[in-house]
């Protein structure tokens, strides 16, 4: 579904990303890990079209990407979830989610609407909440679901543990497992090693901004030296606080 040949991007005269090719097939989780500062928001970012491409290029469906908006990508069927969850905080959860489907028929978001509450109970009884008032796990479903109002093919989730409660990620982690048995493709980034290699099929390492090592996650699994030898530090948990939007 999604085939990056050899992409390069940056910001200004600063390359980060040097000539990064990986594919994610539908129904298929995918996993992009590697140390702080190794590129991978802006290859999300770049997939996404909010970084432009120096080299390269971004084949979705068959169809070359590269040089369209990120409008025309969401159109195309390719929706984000970014680092930091970024909701609105004077908009209630419904106008958040409603942000999202904005490229929908009426018809086609009250139904996607639907089913982002059916997977997170939570947010129908937060609906009419300002999103500065949610927790981080709440956020991070409000983010997930604004992504699915688009009714993508391809979501790519930057950060999906990050600052969260345990029980919250389990929640979040259920819902992509939802999101694969439905079909979707999943580009995945995430510190948490440990969850990103038992529910990923298969992994992409990044450091410095180039591929180091890929494979599938069972074979990620096998290398017990993986966290220390390509991450450089031990498997990343799940915090242990969740902090609401200022």
């Not at 909701?87 to 028929?105: A, C, H, I």
């Not at 604004?146 to 930057?158: C, F, K, N, S, T």
């Not at 999943?186 to 901004?209: I, P, T, W």
Request: positive net charge.
């Amino acid at each position: 579904m999604l085939e990056v040949e050899r992409l390069s991007c940056g910001y200004g005269a600063a390359v980060v990303l040097h000539e990064l090719s990986l594919t994610v097939k539908r129904g298929e989780i995918v996993a992009l890990i590697g140390p702080n500062g190794a590129g991978k928001t802006s290859t999300l970012q770049c997939i996404a079209g909010h970084v432009r491409a120096t080299s390269g290029n971004v084949r979705f469906g068959g169809r070359d990407i590269t040089a369209l908006t990120p409008q025309a990508r969401v159109r195309a069927g390719i929706a984000i979830s970014p680092e930091g969850r970024k909701l609105f905080g004077d908009m209630t959860v419904r106008e958040n989610l409603l942000v999202g489907g904005y490229s929908q028929p009426g018809r086609v978001a009250a139904y996607n609407m639907q089913r982002v509450l059916d997977m997170f109970p939570r947010l129908q009884e937060r609906f009419g909440s300002m999103g500065r008032t949610l927790s981080g796990g709440e956020q991070q479903m409000v983010a997930i679901g604004r992504a699915l109002m688009a009714q993508p093919d391809l979501i790519l989730i930057d950060e999906l543990s990050l600052g969260l409660m345990p029980k919250n990620v389990d929640i979040c982690y259920a819902a992509l497992d939802q999101l694969k048995q439905q079909g979707l493709a999943v580009l995945l980034v995430e510190q948490n090693l440990s969850k990103a290699l038992a529910f990923s099929d298969r992994v992409y390492v990044l450091d410095s901004g180039r591929l180091v090592w890929s494979g599938s996650a069972k074979a990620a699994r096998a290398r017990g030296d993986l966290a220390a030898t390509i991450l450089g530090h031990a498997p990343a948990e799940a915090g242990a606080q969740e902090e609401a939007l200022p």
